[in-house]
């Protein structure tokens, strides 16, 4: 079904965020010895950036992130793609400490930099036609396949700029493609390292994720780096099909050092009788904007849409979400929860859009934040927009101190204020984390999580 695009005035001129690393030679840069089909997409993908004007607080969906004061472009060189290959002995220690907390996997794939440096898959699984490739590599191996589904129906260009933006100029990235009826018991592991060599930059990868019909896939993808000395752009398109009665479980851990900014663009689509469950938990970066939309698209469709975000200091995260009803008896759950201390900032904007015909829709939208300081703040803005008379939607939000009872609870019981509070902290977070019960993912969130909490 397409989708309307709204025409906003540009400020600032039509050919905003056009500069010398980011422009039309940089995408010629990247075409060149592509399949006509890739070059043409990049090129049509440039051509919808540049029309479309930076978006500016006096749009809905970017009132609360001053994009102008948060990112700069012009200051940005373009992240160059490299070979690359993953030497565990001469990893960075925060990188292998990640992959060590990992449990046993189905497969992993390490990104350094922007460049897919290592790739291994079960032999069971591949002999079952189960793929897991890099996305330079599926070019010529899968070119049907991405042909016809990257950057198309789930994130074409049209979306938005950022969206176009990463169309144009992305350089890598994964493609994992579960063929019908096979099912994986265990997690896809994707492990991506940014260097302090990366700082200055901006990186631009795409995920791909087809579960056939009757497939099971979970996919875990954790971005992380050390703090940045210069504003590093991190640009991650995600596009995830759930074709009939196929269960998927995506899951995004970010966990970047200050100076990058973040920019993660999700779209998932799920057919009849699929599931097809989210989970973004946002720890780290200066600054984090998701843009989630999920997409059900026939009867029985289910998405839980799961959300946890801990921020401290200066940070600053921006959700927007939206749950897209556009077939009948299909349900979708959103439960976004955040804990914020010192100056930090959260910002959620969700709406439940149910399209005429979509009947019997069952969906719910929920917004908690707990603040831990007189100078954090949250905005939550829940919204419906329904076009079907025959549909059970709510929506919710809360901003709140700590629960004093609780702590003075814990506390009579001789347990220090730190501990009371962080116990209090992990309590209100935790349902998130009960509801995706994902081997090793739920211990390794609630580690760093406390590791946090812990300064």
């Given at each position: ?378 905005d939550s803005l829940p919204n419906l927009e329904i076009e079907a008379d025959d549909v059970r939607c709510s929506h ?60």
């Amino acid at each position: 079904m397409a989708e309307s695009t709204k025409i906003q005035e540009p400020i600032g001129g039509i050919m905003e965020g056009v500069t010398e690393a980011l422009n039309a030679d940089a995408v010629e840069a990247l075409a060149g010895g592509e399949p006509v089909w890739l070059a043409e997409r990049r090129r049509e993908a440039w051509s919808a950036y540049e029309r479309t004007p930076l978006p500016t607080t006096r749009l809905e969906e970017w009132r609360y992130t001053d994009l102008r004061r948060k990112l700069k472009l012009d200051s940005l060189r373009r992240g160059e793609w490299a070979e690359r290959t993953f030497d565990r002995s001469g990893a960075p220690e925060r990188l292998v400490q990640a992959m060590d907390a990992d449990r046993a996997a189905s497969g992993h794939l390490v990104e350094f930099d922007g460049a897919v440096a290592h790739v291994d898959l079960l032999e069971e699984l591949a002999a079952k036609g189960v793929t897991l490739t890099p996305l330079r590599k599926a070019i010529s191996e899968q070119g049907e396949l991405l042909e016809s589904l990257l950057a198309t129906e789930a994130l074409p260009a049209s979306a938005g700029k950022f969206q176009a933006l990463n169309a144009a100029l992305w350089t890598d990235g994964v493609l994992l493609h579960v063929p019908r009826g096979v099912r994986l018991e265990l997690p896809v592991r994707v492990t991506r390292w940014f260097s302090a060599e990366s700082a200055g930059a901006a990186h631009f990868s795409r995920t791909l994720i087809i579960a056939e019909e009757g497939s099971q896939v979970s996919y875990v993808d954790e971005v992380l780096s050390d703090d940045l000395p210069a504003q590093t752009l991190i640009s991650s398109a995600v596009e995830v099909f759930a074709r009939p009665s196929a269960q998927v479980q995506y899951v995004s851990l970010q966990r970047l050092g200050r100076g990058a900014f973040h920019l993660s663009q999700q779209r998932t689509l799920a057919e009849r009788d699929s599931t097809l469950d989210t989970l973004n938990v946002s720890l780290g970066a200066s600054t984090a904007r998701l843009d989630l939309n999920a997409r059900l698209l026939g009867p029985g469709a289910n998405s839980d849409m799961l959300g946890l975000y801990f921020g401290d200091e200066d940070q600053h995260f921006d959700h927007n979400t939206s749950q897209d009803h556009v077939a009948p008896h299909a349900n979708s759950d959103l439960l976004y929860k955040g804990a914020l201390d010192g100056d930090a900032r959260a910002v959620f904007r969700g709406i439940i859009k149910v399209h005429p015909g979509a009947q019997q829709t069952d969906a719910y939208q929920t917004n908690r934040n707990l603040l831990l300081s007189e100078e954090a703040r949250a905005d939550s803005l829940p919204n419906l927009e329904i076009e079907a008379d025959d549909v059970r939607c709510s929506h919710g939000a809360t901003v709140g101190q700590l629960d004093q009872d609780s702590l003075f609870y814990l506390m009579s019981r001789g347990m220090p204020r730190s501990v009371a509070e962080r116990l209090v902290v992990m309590g209100f977070l935790g349902e998130v984390l009960s509801r995706l019960p994902l081997g090793g993912v739920v211990e390794k969130i609630s580690g760093i999580v406390e590791e946090k909490l812990h300064g």
